[in-house]
């Protein structure tokens, strides 16, 4: 499903780039290095927040089948990749982010069905849930709900992205919805423990992401203004 994400995603986004007057190619390759760096940081972030296990069983570590991958490493290592090669290819970095975001909601949603058929990212016991083979209980959908969701978001955006938007506006827009998205899931997920005030750190988190997209909104307004 991960793979699926991306050729969905990445042909795609050429279309959207041609249309913005973008290097096609360039984007390209520029979403294939973000997939893997987020990939990656995703792992990286889980495999921390869970050090003890994977300390004690270090094989599990490239176990990606069995899911455990963390949004907020994906966030930080695919934005700090993208920013380097968009830097690299000499192109507007809040405009270019603005092209790709959507694309990377949208990989998102299809990866989340990978979640539902693994049952990893579980949710909570409930008689009107699924019957997950690997866990023997009837749960929460919570993978097909975030799917869901994600896939809102990606038509959110990409609404937006055909309308006329200020610079770094659908990035933000991206971070404020993921983050109030995340931040209710959470409540039905029963997969993370509760770190502070009945709250996940998958939570905390995001109202971390909520404020920093606040905070860029508040710019990207006030740098129109003085225009």
């Excluded at 984007?27 to 300390?55: C, D, E, K, P, Q």
């Excluded at 907020?72 to 968009?86: P, R």
């Excluded at 993370?192 to 307004?221: D, W």
């Amino acid at each position: 499903m991960l793979v699926a994400a991306f050729f969905v995603s990445s042909y795609l986004v050429r279309f959207q780039a041609k249309k913005e007057g973008f290097d096609p190619e360039k984007i390209f390759n520029l979403l294939f290095y973000v997939f893997l760096s987020g990939i990656a940081g995703s792992r990286l972030f889980y495999v921390f927040y869970n050090f003890s296990f994977y300390l004690n069983n270090p094989l599990e570590i490239i176990m990606l089948q069995r899911g455990g991958m963390a949004w907020f490493g994906g966030l930080i290592f695919g934005t700090a990749t993208a920013i380097i090669i968009i830097k690299k290819y000499k192109i507007g970095l809040l405009k270019t982010l603005d092209l790709l975001i959507p694309f990377v909601a949208l990989g998102q949603s299809i990866g989340r069905i990978g979640c539902l058929l693994n049952g990893c990212c579980f949710g909570k016991t409930s008689m009107f849930g699924i019957y997950f083979e690997n866990l023997d209980q009837v749960l929460i959908p919570t993978q097909l709900y975030s799917s869901l969701l994600l896939l809102s978001i990606f038509i959110i955006l990409r609404f937006m992205q055909d309308r006329k938007h200020l610079p770094g506006q659908i990035l933000s827009s991206y971070l404020l919805l993921y983050s109030i998205k995340r931040f209710v899931i959470e409540f039905f997920r029963d997969d993370s423990p509760k770190e502070f005030y009945g709250l996940t750190i998958f939570q905390l988190l995001s109202l971390a992401v909520f404020i920093i997209s606040l905070v860029i909104f508040k710019r990207i307004f006030r740098s129109r203004d003085k225009r």
